[in-house]
T-cell receptor, first 109, second 118 residues
Framework: KNEVEQSPQNLTAQEGEFITINCSYSVGISALHWLQQHPGGGIVSLFMLSSGKKKHGRLIATINIQEKHSSLHITASHPRDSAVYIC???????????FGEGTQLTVNP | DTGVSQDPRHKITKRGQNVTFRCDPI?????LYWYRQTLGQGPEFLTY????????KSRLLSDRFSAERPKGSFSTLEIQRTEQGDSAMYLC????????????????FGPGTRLTVL
């Protein structure tokens, strides 16, 4: 069993839909990251959180430390949101990240 | 551009050849990470440095792989006697590790080097 698991693996939505991607982890963490990866490989950090909720534009990330679960929500989805979304956890030592396998999101116009 | 840069962006090589990749982190960042990503998978940790010290190596990093960060700035990752299974995207990231037990570790990623071994 992977230390970080994401669901779903693939998600197709229509423009304007509300999207949720889930991440569960089985290890202790100091922080959880949501990353976005576009075709070509570049990875961009969307959120880093250790408790509660963060919002940036149409993106919202929440984390429940007790349940070891995080969600990434996209409101009013748009085709430009199409990308791979990756959850990663930072151990208490703050060293290297452990990644989920990613969720491929496709938003159709 | 003051982000993380990697060179080359693409490398095609024949099996058995040696390859070397370079990563230039954000200048004030003291930590530098190497990850490998194969198609359809999330990145996997290879190794990381704090300044010039290599603090951790994954068991994925066989003896054909070596990484250095001699002056605590740029880093190189060398793969000797490449195999087809080495074909992947090699990602570099850097972060500023401040002191304290609860220090966050936001990592900034480079564009990656895509290696194809024929």
């Amino acid at each position: 069993k992977n230390e970080v698991e994401q669901s779903p693996q693939n998600l197709t939505a229509q423009e304007g839909e509300f999207i949720t991607i889930n991440c569960s982890y089985s290890v202790g963490i100091s922080a959880l990251h949501w990353l976005q990866q576009h075709p070509g490989g570049g990875i961009v950090s969307l959120f880093m959180l250790s408790s509660g909720k963060k919002k940036h534009g149409r993106l919202i990330a929440t984390i429940n430390i007790q349940e070891k679960h995080s969600s990434l929500h996209i409101t009013a989805s748009h085709p430009r949101d199409s990308a791979v979304y990756i959850c990663a956890v930072d151990p208490p030592s703050g060293s290297r990240l452990t990644f989920g396998e990613g969720t491929q999101l496709t938003v159709n116009p | 551009d003051t982000g993380v840069s990697q060179d080359p962006r693409h490398k095609i090589t024949k099996r058995g050849q040696n390859v070397t990749f370079r990563c230039d982190p954000i200048s004030e960042h003291n930590r530098l990470y190497w990850y490998r990503q194969t198609l359809g998978q999330g990145p996997e940790f290879l190794t990381y440095f704090q300044n010039e010290a290599q603090l951790e190596k994954s068991r994925l990093l066989s003896d054909r792989f070596s990484a250095e960060r001699p002056k605590g700035s740029f880093s190189t990752l060398e793969i000797q006697r490449t195999e087809q299974g080495d074909s992947a995207m090699y990602l570099c990231a850097s972060s500023l590790r401040a002191g304290g037990s609860s220090a966050y570790n936001e990592q900034f990623f480079g564009p990656g080097t895509r290696l194809t071994v024929l």
